[in-house]
């Protein structure tokens, strides 16, 4: 298997940019997290889907960042418009429910606000 | 609700020697536990699990933890430390439906010297 796939790897951009981050989970699991990184708070959750339908986005920072799941094979994660203050690694996650909850992560996204 | 503390930042050790990461949690349900490692500019991988099963959990690459609910520790140890174990930790405790809600601790460094 691939692994949970995300796109871009790296991401500049300039303050006011709408950014979108994208994610594959592994096929065939039916969960996926987004999850941001960053020296001053660690990792924290931002949303989790369960069957394409969001669960719990308590973790979304404002109402800039928004989240989807179309189907069961892609997700997004996006900044409109983008502040320096979210610069950070983006990660995706992805598991199959009642599977002992493991979760398996994404290389993430190194998103650079200037 | 749940919380993770990793009660060192950084642990430094020689190669050949015992690696101890320390990981106290809170939680008002039984828990499952992780541990993940990351290395620099990569993603999560996990190391290992504990799921209300047995208390002494293997992993892969020589690490095993021990569950001891009477302490609220979840400690990673290796009996051998070796130049690739050099990486970023993090204790994790999941709770309430599927297990889920991961709630990351803030992660302990471990170099591992010559």
């Known amino acids: 298997d691939a692994g949970v796939i995300q796109s871009p790897r790296h991401e500049v951009t300039e303050m006011g940019q709408e950014v979108t981050l994208r994610c594959k989970p592994i096929?065939?699991?039916?969960?996926l997290f987004w999850y941001r990184q960053t020296m001053m708070r660690g990792l924290e959750l931002l949303i989790y889907?369960?069957?394409?339908?969001?669960?719990?986005d308590s973790g979304m920072p404002e109402d800039r960042f928004s989240a989807k799941m179309p189907n069961a094979s892609f997700s997004t994660l996006k900044i409109q418009p983008s502040e320096p203050r979210d610069s950070a690694v983006y990660f995706c996650a992805s598991s199959l429910i009642g599977a002992d909850y493991e979760q398996y992560f994404g290389p993430g996204t190194r998103l650079t606000v200037t | 609700a749940q919380s993770v503390t990793q009660l060192d930042s950084h642990v430094s050790v020689s190669e050949g020697t015992p690696v101890l990461l320390r990981c106290n949690y809170s939680?008002?349900?039984?828990?499952?536990l992780f541990w993940y490692v990351q290395h620099p500019n990569k993603g999560l991988q996990l190391l290992l699990k504990?799921?209300?099963?047995?208390?002494l959990v293997k992993g892969i690459n020589g690490f095993e933890a021990e569950f001891k609910k009477s302490e609220t520790s979840f400690h990673l140890t290796k009996p051998s430390a070796h130049m690739s174990d050099a990486a970023e930790y993090f204790c994790v405790v999941s709770e309430g439906n599927y297990g889920q809600n991961f709630v990351f601790g803030p992660g302990t460094r471990l170099s591992v010297l010559p």
């Open positions: 889907f369960n069957n394409n339908v969001p669960i719990d």
């Open positions: 096929s065939g699991h039916n969960s």
């Open positions: 504990y799921t209300s099963a047995a208390t």
């Open positions: 939680s008002s349900y039984s828990p499952s």
